[in-house]
């Protein structure tokens, strides 16, 4: 069965610019969350979708938007990138549809750096 | 506002000791507790899913208790070996979003 996928790996933007990034959720899960990963704030929440309706959004800038197709990939999109918009990006996996998360599973994350 | 915190922030041992990892949140009203494992530049790895209604979940040389009265989970791992180190990240459930630790980093000597 596969895992998470995250797309791209790697990627450097420069300041002003927008990035996309994509995840494809394990097979048969519906749930797609987005978690920022940096050195000083940790790992905190962007938003989560579940079959295409965004459920819970975290404290970021408009300049962070998300959606979720009808195949239950996801992609999130920041715009007009500041310097400190550079970290991981993470995507996890739930097949969950309850307020319960159950248990998530992790892609290996897209690390944006901002110049 | 969940607010989970990790103690200790890191933590160097010896191959063969076992390892005690704690974690404390403030709500209580958490659906369920996850550990997670990460490794260097690397996502999340899933160790132990506690729900609210158990006390605690085994895996091999895992074994995590949840405490939702007093707002602590611990995590052991029996036996640490060199493959152990790595951060070790616990996070509370709830409203469709997991509020994570700032993580206990490991260090197990060989």
């Known amino acids: 069965k596969a895992g998470v996928t995250q797309t791209p790996r790697y990627l450097i933007k420069t300041r002003g610019q927008q990035v996309t990034l994509s995840c494809s959720p394990i097979?048969?899960?519906?749930?797609v969350s987005w978690y920022q990963q940096t050195p000083g704030q940790g790992l905190q929440f962007l938003f989560e979708?579940?079959?295409?309706?965004?459920?819970n959004k975290g404290n970021f800038p408009g300049r962070f938007s998300g959606r979720q197709f009808s195949n239950s990939r996801s992609e999130m999109n920041v715009s007009t990138l500041e310097l400190g918009d550079s970290a991981l990006y993470l995507c996890?996996?739930?097949?969950?549809?309850?307020?319960?998360?159950?248990?998530?599973?992790f892609g290996e994350g897209s690390r944006l750096t901002v110049l | 506002k969940q607010e989970v915190t990790q103690i200790p922030a890191a933590l160097s041992v010896p191959e063969g000791e076992n390892l005690v990892l704690n974690c404390s949140f403030t709500?209580?009203?958490?659906?369920?507790l996850q550990w997670f494992r990460q490794d260097p530049g690397k996502g999340l790895t899933s160790l132990l899913l506690?729900?609210?209604?158990?006390r605690e979940q085994t895996s091999g040389r895992l074994n995590a208790s949840l405490d939702k009265s007093s707002g602590r989970s611990t995590l052991y791992i029996a036996a640490s070996q060199p493959g152990d180190s790595a951060t070790y990240l616990c996070?509370?459930?709830?409203?469709?979003?997991?509020?994570f630790g700032a993580g206990t980093t490991v260090t197990v000597r060989a």
């Open positions: 996890a996996s739930g097949a969950s549809g309850s307020i319960d998360t159950g248990e998530l599973f």
């Open positions: 979708y579940f079959s295409e309706t965004q459920r």
């Open positions: 996070a509370g459930s709830n409203d469709y979003k997991l509020s």
């Open positions: 097979s048969g899960h519906r749930s």
């Open positions: 709500d209580s009203a958490i659906y369920n």
């Open positions: 506690i729900q609210s209604s158990q």
